[in-house]
C-alpha cells in the first residue's frame, strides 16, 4: 500500500489539522475543528445555529470515531450537521455556564454522558429540559 492509498480515522485527521481540517458531510463542506483566539474553549465544527453539544471522553480529542458517525447521523435526522453545532470535550477543557455562554453564545446546551454538578449545571438538568438564562438544557 502506498501513502497515497492510505486511511487514517478522522479523529487522527482532526488530532493533525486541529486548526483548519475541512471534513464534507452530505454533501456540504464544513470545518471540522476550531480553536478561535488564544484561550479560547476549541470545539468541533463551526457552531452556525449555536447548539453546543458537551461530550467527555478522556482519550479523545473530541470523541471516538464511532460516536461521532453515531451523532452526525443523529445530526442529519434532525437535517443538522456538524457545522450547525460546537462539540465540546469536557474531559480536556473545564466548561461552565459562564464560559459557554461567553465564547459560544449557544442557545441550546445537551451533555452526553457530562457531569452535571462538575461543570456548574443545575443538577435536575438530568433527561429533561431545562430553562438556565434564556438557555434550553439538556
Do not use: W
Not at 470545539?43 to 452526525?72: C, M, S, W
Not at 469536557?90 to 461567553?102: Q, S
Amino acid at each position: 500500500m502506498s501513502l497515497n492509498d492510505m486511511q487514517l480515522p478522522t479523529a487522527l485527521l482532526v488530532d493533525f489539522y486541529q486548526k483548519n481540517l475541512i471534513k464534507e458531510t452530505a454533501g456540504i463542506p464544513v470545518v471540522a475543528s476550531h480553536t478561535g483566539p488564544s484561550g479560547a474553549l476549541p470545539f468541533l465544527g463551526k457552531n452556525l445555529r449555536n447548539i453546543a453539544l458537551l461530550v467527555r471522553y478522556e482519550y479523545d480529542v473530541y470523541l471516538p470515531e464511532t460516536q461521532l458517525h453515531f451523532l452526525t447521523n443523529i445530526l442529519a435526522a434532525c437535517r443538522l450537521n456538524l457545522g450547525d453545532v460546537a462539540i465540546v470535550n469536557t474531559a480536556k477543557h473545564a466548561v461552565t455556564p459562564a464560559i459557554l455562554n461567553d465564547q459560544l453564545k449557544p442557545d441550546y446546551i445537551i451533555g452526553f454522558g457530562v457531569d452535571a454538578q462538575a461543570t456548574g449545571f443545575p443538577e435536575e438538568a438530568l433527561f429533561k429540559i431545562t430553562h438556565l438564562n434564556g438557555k434550553q438544557l439538556l
